[in-house]
C-alpha cells in the first residue's frame, strides 16, 4: 500500500448526548421486506434522481447479492459493538440500514446532510457509520486487493491473460488518476496543485488484464509526478529488491540466443523505463514497424488500467468528483476501501456492473504527463526482447 496511516483500534465510544448511540440490543435476522422499508425513507431529490421508480439495483449499482455478501463482511464491526445507530425517530437501523447508507454515502457522492435528510437520519450519523464501515472493509476486505503470490495460479493466469495479448511474462499495467478536492483558503498548499491546477491527490494503481486492482497506493499531493510517486511507493522498493516480479523467467525465441524474460508490469511514457518497467518508443516517424506494434500493445493495455480507473470514479463518485475538505489522513483509506469494493464487484461477477460496461477511450484522451528519458541498458534490453518477441507472433487485441 501506500502512505497510509496505521490503523489503530477505536476506544469505545460513550453514550452521545444526543442519542444517536445505545446499549447494543441482540441481532435478529434481517426482515425479508428490508428492502421496501428502507425504500420507504427515500424522499426528495434521492427519489427523483430518474424517471424511473427506484430500485435496490439502480441506488447501489450492484445486486442483491454482493450486498448481502458485503453485509457479512461488516457484521461483526458494525453491530456486534456496545452502541448502535438509530435514525431521527429513535428507531434502530439494521446491519442493513447501515450498509445501505455508507454504500449510498460512497457510491452518490452526496454531502453528509442530503443523504442524511433523504433517509430521515442526523447528517453526524451519516459520517459516523461510513467511518465505520470504512474500517470495517479495510480489514475485512482487504484479501480482495492483494498481489499474487509468485508462481501462483492466480499469477500465471494473469500472465497468461496478457501473453495472449502480445505482451509475455507481464504481471500488471500502472497508472495513476487524481482525486479532486476543495481546500478553504487558508488550507490552500501548491504542493496539493496538480498540472490542472486543481487540489489533488494521487491513487496509483497496477492493474490486472481483468481490470482487478493488484497493487494501490494513495496520499502522495497532486502536484507529484508519475514519476515521482512510483519511486515513493512501497512497491518500487520492493520491485528493485526483487522482492516483487521476481517469479521465473521465460526463455524466448531461438533467434535471441537463450535470453530470458523477467516478470515486469507496463506503463505510459510519464513513468520511467527500467528493469522491470516497460514503457513506449518515443517518436513515430522513425519507429520501425515491431517498435509501433509494441507501442500500440502497451497503449492497449494502458486502456485497461485507465478503463478500471473511469470505473472506480464512475462507480465510488465520492472520489469521483470534488471532495469538500475532506481529511488528507481519512481520504487514502476511503480511496482503498473504494478500490476493494470495486474488486469485490469484479470477484462475485456482479451481473448489475456486467450489464453496464464501461470503456475508456484511451486513444482519444490528452496525456499530459512528462515524457520520461530513456532508461538503463537493462531497461532498454527489457524493451527490446518483448519487442522482438512480439514481432514473432500476432497478438490479440485487447479491444474490438
Request: aromatic share 8%.
Amino acid at each position: 500500500m501506500g502512505p497510509v496511516k496505521e490503523i489503530k483500534k477505536r476506544k469505545k465510544k460513550k453514550v452521545n448526548p444526543n442519542g444517536f448511540f445505545f446499549s447494543a440490543p441482540s441481532l435478529s435476522q434481517q426482515p425479508l421486506d428490508w428492502w421496501n422499508e428502507f425504500s420507504k425513507r427515500l424522499t426528495g431529490t434521492l427519489s427523483s434522481e430518474s424517471k424511473e421508480p427506484c430500485n435496490f439495483e439502480s441506488l447501489f449499482k450492484m445486486s442483491r447479492k454482493t450486498f448481502n455478501y458485503i453485509c457479512s463482511l461488516v457484521k461483526h464491526d458494525l453491530m456486534a459493538k456496545s452502541t448502535y445507530f438509530v435514525d431521527i425517530h429513535g428507531k434502530p437501523l439494521s446491519l442493513n440500514d447501515c450498509v445501505a447508507v455508507a454504500l449510498r454515502r460512497l457510491s452518490s457522492g452526496d454531502s453528509l446532510s442530503i443523504i442524511g435528510e433523504s433517509l430521515s437520519i442526523n447528517q453526524s450519523t451519516v459520517a459516523q457509520i461510513t467511518w465505520r464501515f470504512v474500517e470495517a472493509i479495510e480489514e475485512r476486505g482487504l484479501h480482495h486487493l492483494h498481489w499474487p503470490e509468485t508462481e501462483s495460479s492466480e499469477a500465471e493466469d494473469i500472465k497468461s491473460k496478457f501473453d495472449k495479448l502480445g505482451l509475455p511474462n507481464c504481471c500488471g499495467v500502472v497508472d495513476t488518476t487524481r482525486i479532486v478536492m476543495s481546500f478553504s483558503l487558508d488550507e490552500s498548499n501548491n504542493i496539493w496543485r496538480d498540472r490542472d491546477n486543481k487540489h489533488s491527490m494521487i491513487l496509483q494503481a497496477i492493474v490486472g488484464p481483468d481490470m482487478r486492482f493488484l497493487d494501490v497506493v494513495s496520499g502522495w499531493p497532486g502536484s507529484l509526478s508519475e514519476s515521482v510517486a512510483l519511486k515513493n511507493s512501497s512497491f518500487f522498493t520492493l520491485a528493485e529488491e526483487s522482492k516483487r516480479l521476481n517469479g521465473k523467467r521465460i526463455k524466448l525465441s531461438d533467434d535471441q540466443e537463450g535470453k530470458e524474460l523477467q516478470e515486469y508490469i507496463v506503463g505510459h511514457a510519464g513513468f520511467p523505463l527500467l528493469a522491470w518497467l516497460l514503457t513506449p518508443y518515443n517518436g513515430n516517424t522513425k519507429l520501425s514497424d515491431s517498435q509501433r506494434g509494441l507501442n500500440k500493445q502497451i497503449f492497449a493495455a494502458q486502456g485497461i488500467a485507465k478503463t478500471a480507473l473511469f470505473r472506480l470514479k464512475e462507480t465510488w463518485k465520492i472520489i469521483g468528483g470534488m471532495m469538500w475538505r475532506p481529511d488528507k489522513n481519512r481520504l487514502p483509506r476511503i480511496i482503498l476501501v473504494c478500490c476493494i469494493l470495486h474488486n469485490i464487484l469484479i470477484d462475485l461477477e456482479d451481473e448489475v456492473q456486467m450489464k453496464n460496461p464501461v470503456a475508456y477511450n484511451y486513444h482519444k484522451s490528452s496525456c499530459k504527463s512528462r515524457v520520461y528519458k530513456e532508461g538503463s541498458k537493462s531497461a532498454s534490453g527489457l524493451r527490446e526482447m518483448v519487442c522482438l518477441q512480439l514481432s514473432r507472433k500476432k497478438p490479440d487485441p485487447f479491444v474490438d
